[in-house]
T-cell receptor, first 114, second 116 residues
Framework: DARVTQTPRHKVTEMGQEVTMRCQPILGHNTVFWYRQTMMQGLELLAYFRNRAPLDDSGMPKDRFSAEMPDATLATLKIQPSEPRDSAVYFC????????????FGEGSRLTVL | AQKITQTQPGMFVQEKEAVTLDCTYDTSDPSYGLFWYKQPSSGEMIFLIYQGSYDQQNATEGRYSLNFQKARKSANLVISASQLGDSAMYFCAMREGNSGYSTLTFGKGTMLLVSP
């Protein structure tokens, strides 16, 4: 049963600490997305990769957030330094660059910054 | 302007009844796709149904159907014979342009509660 895998599922950290979230996309998928979900803003796109190349990271605060795909099986989202306003659920999703464009989501990483 | 609008923050329905969740969208692109996702309390996002802008017929997937009214720019989700397990948050989303070059934009969601 192919699925997107995200770690950690839950993370509590203190303001100023570095946070790294990891995502393993579904094997064979060539697009990877990072979304952030909050009560106030809903689901917001942070970054988008196609064939490991970053295509759009306009939704990401550049001064503290960074997203990379070191290889086809791993995507990372890093926050340094973290702030309380970064508290949210971070979703990774992957898809194929064809047909409907349907995305398959991971279970999310719930981040709490104290 | 909001690209995806879901005007119903919450909906209640009794088990076995049908329910319609509203979604309107805004785009000037002639090629687009509309999606519905379900998010149960466990948090994962589950794909339900897809409608392409050029599809002639309304999409159906089991108990889910999409009432696509292109002129009105609406893409309502209809769930027939509701079940207790349908209680969840439901999100409408849109892809503008071709699938290879576009991301999904999501609405704020509608919380559906199914009662016995």
């Amino acid at each position: 049963d192919a699925r997107v895998t995200q770690t950690p599922r839950h993370k509590v950290t203190e303001m100023g600490q570095e946070v790294t979230m990891r995502c393993q996309p579904i094997l064979g998928h060539n697009t990877v997305f990072w979304y952030r979900q909050t009560m106030m803003q809903g689901l917001e796109l942070l970054a988008y990769f196609r064939n490991r190349a970053p295509l759009d990271d306009s939704g990401m605060p550049k001064d503290r957030f960074s997203a990379e795909m070191p290889d086809a099986t791993l995507a990372t989202l890093k926050i340094q330094p973290s702030e309380p306003r970064d508290s949210a659920v971070y979703f990774c999703a992957s898809g194929l660059n064809r047909d409907t464009g349907e995305l398959f989501f991971g279970e999310g990483s719930r981040l709490t910054v104290l | 302007a909001q690209k995806i609008t879901q005007t119903q923050p919450g909906m209640f329905v009794q088990e076995k009844e049908a329910v319609t969740l509203d979604c309107t969208y805004d785009t000037s692109d002639p090629s687009y796709g509309l999606f519905w996702y379900k998010q149960p309390s466990s948090g994962e996002m589950i794909f339900l149904i897809y409608q392409g802008s050029y599809d002639q017929q309304n999409a159906t997937e089991g108990r889910y159907s999409l009432n696509f009214q292109k002129a009105r720019k609406s893409a309502n989700l209809v769930i027939s014979a509701s079940q207790l397990g349908d209680s969840a948050m439901y999100f409408c989303a849109m892809r503008e342009g071709n699938s290879g070059y576009s991301t999904l934009t999501f609405g704020k969601g509608t919380m559906l509660l199914v009662s016995p």
